[in-house]
């Protein structure tokens, strides 16, 4: 198990609605990135939060946005909720969000289901 | 958009034998990352091997990067039935430090 943790673990909602999923991460770690993971698929890169700035963006459009606070948690945000947000969200905390290559540790996911 | 492509997508071996799985990525990168995940639950990070070396060996499990041909394998030898996961590739390019593009992932089956 690693230190980052999710909440909550399963979530449904309706299509057109909006939602906020949660994540703390490690201890020490000032770089939390969120992935959108699909049925049987690999995870896809959402964005990245470096002490407290958006530090990078995958292919999601502006109704997925984010927050980190000052103690590293980090927030991920889904307004007017289509069928095909429906998926495993994954968020990850390391300990840095420049150049370096640094493991990740990656929470037990939300698993969201839009109707 | 995915990275890498896995091959096989899925594979089915016994107790004791070995396992490999193959990707393939598109671009440069600076490292490549290999993951398991059991049951579409969260990812367990296995081994980061840079771009600037060519094996790495941790425990039961080796890694193979060849970046003139961007391939990369895994094998795991001795495989057990907790081994029964879904194993994915990530590659980080460089300057986007924690940016993972994941494959597709290959579903491992191992049976007692």
């Known amino acids: 198990e690693t230190g980052v943790t999710q909440s909550p673990t399963h979530l449904i909602k309706t299509r057109g609605q909006q939602v906020t999923l949660r994540c703390s991460s490690q201890s020490g770690h000032n770089t939390v990135s969120w992935y959108q993971q699909a049925l049987g698929q690999g995870p896809q890169f959402i964005f990245q939060y470096y002490r407290e700035e958006e530090n990078g963006r995958g292919n999601f459009p502006p109704r997925f946005s984010g927050l980190q606070f000052p103690n590293y948690s980090s927030e991920l945000n889904v307004n007017a909720l289509e069928l095909d947000d429906s998926a495993l969200y994954l968020c990850?905390?390391?300990?840095?969000?420049?150049?370096?290559?640094?493991?990740?540790?990656f929470g037990p996911g939300t698993r969201l289901t839009v109707t | 958009s995915q990275q890498g492509e896995e091959d096989p997508q899925a594979l089915s071996i016994q107790e004791g034998e070995n396992a490999t799985m193959n990707c393939s990525y598109k671009?440069?990168?600076?490292?490549l990352q290999w993951y398991r995940q059991n049951s579409g639950r969260g990812l367990v990070h296995l081994i980061l091997?840079?771009?600037?070396?060519r094996e790495k060996h941790s425990g039961r499990l080796r890694v193979t990067l060849d970046t003139s041909k961007k391939s990369s394998s895994l094998l795991i030898t001795a495989s057990r039935a907790a081994d029964t996961a879904s194993y994915f590739c990530a590659t980080e390019s460089y300057n986007q430090g924690g940016k993972l593009i994941f494959g597709q992932g290959t579903e491992l089956s191992v049976k007692p």
């Open positions: 990850a905390s390391s300990a840095t969000g420049g150049a370096s290559a640094y493991e990740q540790y």
């Open positions: 671009t440069s990168i600076n490292n």
């Open positions: 091997i840079r771009s600037n070396e």
